[in-house]
């Protein structure tokens, strides 16, 4: 005999009302996936029958519905670093253009005076013209008062895509690439996928504190690990200019304005903090276009290696995670 007639009955009746009531739940879930999957399903139908009446019609998204309860837009905004150097500018938005999901360009823009109406009228006359499917795509200035390197992670409200590509005015790549990247985005969409890997490493030798160094692209190719890509090549989810402008620390972004340097590196340490996770390096054929960067200056590996423990300190860890992954396009390797 297990327990008296009276609790198992209360058993029983509970065990029916715990049913009843998850039964309903379910049913409403149930119901609710159809009108989705039906939705879905009717949405999907109505663009393919777009796209087969004319194949040039098809449009991302509604460009004239705009309010923010829309479905976020499924291409890429291309976040683009300039500072005057309008030949590149003009170099690379015309060849981005012609990428096939880019939804909109928007131009992180520092310099004290805006920018002229003629680059204006060139950058949308040369947007529409290397456009490939005919769909529109947005070019937007936005302009800042002082001249900062945090103006590239600002925080942008109206950002039409979940994902940017934030990229230098000097960096070209394939488009090729650029759509391999963004595939892998959708895959690990916490992340940041990128295509210039940079490692840290910690020197044993000073003292009993760790100390770290920064390890620059020969580094990358010795050890064959990275825990870094720079924001002058990648894509990473809008959230993180968010918590960029409002939950970095201000001493971080004051050092950064300060030294015109190391904004990729603290972008780098806040993502890896939030998503407990290494980015991912995608191989592609990158041309810079600009002549020598700050790259190739003197002293440039030891900047970067007070900044990486600058914001360690800060973080009060270290968030970076290391990892040997490379994604290849694998169609072009006949070696596997
Ligand atoms: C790091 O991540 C933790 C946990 O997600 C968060 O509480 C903290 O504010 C982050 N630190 C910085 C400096 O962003």
Redesign the pocket.
Same mark, same amino acid.
């Given at each position: 005999m297990r327990g008296s007639p009276v609790s198992r009955r209360a058993v029983q009746r509970f065990r029916q009302l715990a049913f009843s009531s998850v039964g309903s739940v379910k049913i409403k879930l149930l119901l609710g996936f159809c009108i989705v999957f039906a939705l879905i399903l009717l949405a999907s139908r109505a663009s393919s029958f777009a796209r087969w009446k004319n194949p040039h019609s098809f449009v991302l998204q509604d460009d004239n519905n705009d309010n923010d309860n829309n479905i976020h837009r499924k291409g890429y905004t291309l976040l683009i670093n300039t500072w005057k150097r309008n030949d590149l500018l003009r170099k690379s938005i015309s060849h981005y253009a012609e990428c096939p999901r880019l939804d909109s360009i928007h131009i992180v823009w520092s310099e004290p005076d805006p920018p002229s109406e003629s680059l204006a009228n060139y950058l949308e006359h040369i947007v529409h013209e290397n456009t490939k499917d005919g769909h529109e795509i947005e070019v937007k200035f936005d302009i800042n008062k002082e001249d900062s390197l945090n103006n590239r992670f600002k925080e942008n409200r109206d950002l039409k895509t979940d994902v940017v590509f934030s990229i230098d005015d000097d960096v070209i790549l394939p488009c090729s690439s650029v759509e391999l990247a963004f595939s892998i985005w959708l895959s690990a969409p916490d992340t940041m996928v990128g295509f210039v890997p940079r490692m840290h490493w910690v020197d044993k030798s000073e003292n009993s504190k760790d100390y770290y160094v920064y390890g620059g692209w020969w580094s990358v190719w010795w050890m064959g690990t990275y825990s870094m890509v720079l924001s002058k090549a990648a894509f990473f989810h809008k959230k993180y200019l968010a #918590?960029y402008t409002n &939950? #970095?620390?201000a001493s971080?972004k004051e050092y950064v304005t300060l030294n015109r340097n190391c904004e990729d590196i603290a972008m780098s =340490?806040?993502v890896a903090?939030?998503s407990?996770a290494p980015p991912i390096w995608v191989k592609g054929k990158i041309f810079e276009i600009g002549s020598t960067g700050i790259s190739s200056l003197g002293g440039h590996s030891q900047k970067r290696t007070e900044c990486v423990n600058r914001f360690v300190a &800060? =973080?009060?860890r270290m968030?970076l995670v290391s990892t040997s992954i490379k994604v290849v396009d694998s169609r072009n390797t006949w070696f596997w």
């Open positions: #918590m &939950e #970095m620390s971080i =340490f806040l903090n939030a407990s &800060e =973080f009060g968030p």
